[in-house]
């Protein structure tokens, strides 16, 4: 039974950090690319950090880029997601996305909220 269990949400003034994490079960980690995509209340889920499956290549969405970093310990199975110097606009629900070599192969966490506000 594949799952992707996301955790580490929560509420942050702005300008906080937070850490989330993504443990992932039923599947070889090791060999799925791993993304974080979030989405905000009215708007579409959009990708937010990137990284291949040895975690030698990362990318990221302009919005967060040199405040969010993404890293993975495929050892424990689990991809992660620093995020600093947090703005409001960075509210939204963050889903952990596994992405494998076959077409189809992908599979998705459930999600957990991040709220930034004062």
């Known amino acids: 039974q594949v799952q992707l269990v996301e955790s580490g949400g929560g509420l942050v003034q702005p300008g906080g950090s937070l850490r989330l994490y993504c443990a992932a079960s039923?599947?070889?980690?090791?060999?799925?690319?791993m993304m974080w995509y979030r989405q905000a209340p009215g708007k579409e889920r959009e990708l937010v950090a990137g990284?291949?499956?040895?975690?030698?290549?990362?990318r990221y969405a302009d919005s967060v880029k040199g405040r969010f970093t993404i890293s993975r310990d495929n050892a424990k199975n689990t991809v992660y997601l620093q995020m600093n110097l947090l703005k409001p606009e960075d509210t939204a629900v963050y889903y952990c996305?596994?992405?494998?070599?076959?077409?189809?192969?992908?599979?998705w966490g459930q999600g957990t909220q991040v709220t930034v506000s004062s």
């Open positions: 996305n596994a992405v494998g070599r076959e077409a189809g192969d992908y599979y």
């Open positions: 039923g599947f070889t980690f090791s060999t799925y690319v």
């Open positions: 990284i291949r499956s040895t975690g030698g290549s990362t």
